[in-house]
């Protein structure tokens, strides 16, 4: 008997925390951020950027840019495992990443810059969050025009 009300408790407990990620179960909320923009370019004109916020935990969904007859291309697909993005240029490949439930859940952050096959730079920030964050988390590095020339996002915040 002294089982089973503690077979009770267990499963109560993981029905309560089930939707925090209790019990081993995934977290409901499950966020992949990213900004994108244009570091160099050799025209004067505004630097291209971009924000998407990529809601994992709502099953598949995909986003793409450009094809594999331009210079810049990115296409980002995701599924309830995570986000895969691919980055290229023409035909090649520049960059590919998966953010999985880990990195989700640590609230990790991965940057980089990509070059084209014809001299632009793009500097790019994934991050993971339980919920759409314009910047990445503290203590990240701001990602600003002081951090990376061209960069459009204001992220300066206090720690």
């Known amino acids: 008997m002294r089982a089973f009300n503690t077979l009770g408790i267990c499963v109560a407990a993981c029905l309560l925390l089930g939707s925090r990620g209790g019990c081993g179960g995934e977290p409901e909320n499950a966020y992949i951020m990213s900004q994108m923009h244009l570091v160099t370019s050799g025209e004067p004109e505004a630097a291209p950027a971009g924000f998407t916020c990529a809601d994992v935990s709502a099953g598949s969904g995909s986003l793409g840019q450009g094809s594999p007859t331009d210079d810049f291309w990115m296409q980002e697909e995701s599924n309830a495992s995570g986000l895969a993005v691919e980055i290229g240029s023409l035909e090649q490949t520049l960059a590919s990443r998966f953010y999985d439930r880990a990195f ?3 609230h990790a952050v991965d940057r980089f810059v990509v070059t084209t096959q014809g001299g632009d730079q793009y500097a790019f920030v994934y991050w993971g969050g339980d919920s759409c964050e314009d ?18 996002f204001r992220c300066e915040r206090s720690e």
């Open 104 to 106: 989700i859940a640590a």
């Open 135 to 152: 910047c990445p988390p503290l203590p990240s590095k701001p990602m600003s025009s002081g951090d990376l020339p061209g960069g459009p």
